[in-house]
């Protein structure tokens, strides 16, 4: 018999990819995903640390999902089991089996590949199965292979955990140290993935550029050399990566900027502050500078990369002086687009234990200036674009009928009006319209034919920033 399976992610992509995966473990179980959690034989929660308040949304989420197990058991129609996963889950897992017994399985980000084993004790016990270990085995290696097609463009975990203790960040403790997959392993998971119907593929990691696996004969490969071996794939159109930390931007990574048409001219590099002091205290190991000239060597082997960034506004001791160095940094720098946070605590995190709190309005007012800059020099990319044509991948149905929702290679949402056949195909369209978050165009070619220089045809990205 069929069981239905629903699960909510929250946070990074590398959790889109760990659901995606939970759900292939559990398909020989018999579980089938779901839209929906009504009357869902398992619920599952996968976490985020990372967000302000993540501990208390999940609990006001499982008080929601109590409701429904309940509701599903009065009616005769089984028993729901209700599981959180994922970081929140690693961080605060005996908290939650104590607040919250409506939950029957709590595991964290490493174990998941142990779900049938985890299902088979929770269905057999009273209480909570609890499993946030660390386990001397990676998970990669026992996870079977993808249950079904990933679509057009997939994500591809090739690089977990993180070794740089950031002072705000709960990482290195809820996904463990860095460890990098073995690069056949990876190689052979991206062909699947191909074979399947994918074009693009994002490489994942919580510091991605720090990946350093095993290569063929004792060999140990750099992102870069990963990067070149699955540009040979066959099919593969387009190869991104995230997320990247500036100190581990080596020569050969920034040369496949230059040298892989299909690694995609746009690239996620975090600074979180433009001030030095504040680096410092954050431990991010780089200087303003260091990020400038990390930008300056990539932009010198390709002008048309595009740059997204995380910054951290209100960090506990921040100045109106340090605050003023961000700006300037940003300034400096150009940004295709920017994720941007005022700092709250986390438990456990050195900065949470600082006593320079920034004070809230002096937080929201920062952070209005910053996104304002931001937001300009967004508008001022995108619409850079406007009557030039470029090749879009569409990957899915857009909103309105006749619409197709597509990808530049600079990562902007594209739409146009088009044959649902294009769908997964790579075609040339004339943008028309630029708007806050997006581009509208018109399809002007069929499919796009990928050439070394395909994408040299655009405006300096420094000069519309």
Avoid at 249 to 256: P, S
């Amino acid at each position: 018999m069929s069981k239905t399976l629903f699960i909510k992610t929250w946070g990074c992509q590398m959790n889109v990819y760990d659901s995606a995966r939970m759900a292939d473990v559990l398909a020989p179980l018999g579980y089938r995903p779901v839209e929906e959690p009504d009357g869902a034989d398992m619920v599952i929660l996968n976490t985020c640390h990372i967000r302000e308040k993540a501990a208390e949304k999940v609990f006001s989420e499982l008080g929601r999902l109590r409701i429904l197990k309940d509701e599903k058991a009065t009616a005769g129609k089984g028993r729901m089991i209700l599981a959180v996963a994922g970081c929140v889950a690693q961080a605060e897992g005996e908290e939650i089996v104590a607040r919250a017994p409506q939950v029957d399985m709590v595991f964290g980000p490493q174990t998941y590949h142990t779900l049938p084993e985890m299902v088979a004790k929770a269905t057999r016990a009273t209480g909570s199965v609890l499993n946030t270990d660390f386990p001397a085995e990676s998970k990669f290696d026992h996870l079977p292979e993808e249950a079904a097609s990933q679509g057009v463009s997939a994500f591809l975990a090739v690089q977990e955990g993180c070794d740089k203790f950031c002072t705000f960040c709960v990482v290195p403790y809820t996904r463990g140290a860095e460890f990098s997959r073995p690069a056949a392993q990876i190689v052979l998971e991206a062909k699947r993935l191909v074979a399947g119907g994918t074009r693009e593929i994002s490489l994942l990691g919580q510091n991605v550029n720090a990946w350093h696996g095993d290569g063929p004969n004792g060999s140990t490969w750099g992102l870069g050399r990963l990067i070149r071996a699955l540009a040979e794939i066959d099919g593969l159109a387009r190869i991104r990566y995230t997320t990247s930390h500036p100190s581990d931007m080596d020569d050969d990574l920034i040369r496949a900027h230059a040298d892989v048409p299909q690694l995609m001219p746009y690239l996620h590099l975090p600074v979180q502050a433009g001030s030095d002091r504040i680096l410092a205290a954050m431990n991010r190991k780089h200087t303003a500078d260091d990020y400038r000239r990390v930008v300056d060597r990539l932009r010198a082997v390709n002008p048309d990369l595009a740059l997204s960034g995380d910054f951290i506004v209100g960090f506990p001791g921040e100045s109106d002086t340090d605050f003023a160095a961000t700006l300037k940094l940003v300034s400096d720098v150009g940004y295709a687009q920017a994720y941007t946070f005022k700092y709250s605590p986390r438990p456990g995190t050195p900065a949470a234990l600082e006593g320079k709190q920034v004070a809230e309005e002096v937080k929201e007012a920062r952070l209005a200036a910053l996104q304002q800059l931001i937001a300009a020099q967004q508008a001022a990319f995108n619409h850079g674009f406007v009557g030039r044509s470029m090749p879009v991948l569409f990957d899915r149905v857009g909103r309105r009928d006749g619409q197709l929702h597509g990808r530049s290679p600079w990562m902007q949402s594209v739409h146009a009006v088009a044959d649902e056949r294009l769908l997964g195909r790579i075609v040339e369209v004339r943008i028309d319209e630029a708007r806050p978050n997006s581009l509208g165009g018109t399809v002007v070619t069929g499919e796009h034919i990928l050439t070394p220089h395909a994408l040299r045809r655009v405006p300096s990205l420094e000069a519309s920033a």
